[in-house]
């Protein structure tokens, strides 16, 4: 099982950064792909961007060249690095881990970042 524990959002102005960071605890963390998601108000949860088990990363289109994710194994961490925020970037955003086989998934509770026009 992997508990996360997301960190790093906060009220920031449109064109500013912030990073994200999910910390995991449990057993295995390496084999797990993990993804960050945003939920916005009235919205359904979309995935932004993913990393492998590999290090292989992928973004929707609308974060592209804006949002990096990245991993470090053995602090068993996962940060998103937000650049060029927008007033639509406001959102939780959730960490979610993926086993490869996909059997189980596990889910933090997000944390709220704000962005000000």
């Known amino acids: 099982q992997v508990r996360l524990v997301e960190s790093g959002g906060g009220l920031v102005q449109a064109g500013g950064s912030l990073r994200l960071s999910c910390a995991a605890s449990?057993?295995?963390?390496?084999?797990?792909?993990m993804n960050w998601y945003q939920q916005q108000p009235g919205k359904e949860r979309e995935l932004v961007a993913t990393?492998?088990?590999?290090?292989?990363?992928s973004y929707a289109d609308s974060v592209k060249g804006r949002f990096a994710i990245s991993r470090d194994n053995a602090k068993m961490t996962v940060w998103l690095q937000i650049n060029s925020l927008k007033p639509e970037d406001t959102a939780v955003y959730v960490c979610?881990?993926?086993?490869?086989?996909?059997?189980?998934?596990?889910w933090g509770l997000g944390t709220q970042v704000t962005v000000s026009s």
């Open positions: 990393i492998t088990s590999g290090g292989s990363t």
């Open positions: 449990g057993t295995m963390f390496s084999i797990y792909d």
């Open positions: 979610n881990a993926l086993h490869p086989s996909l059997s189980e998934s596990y």
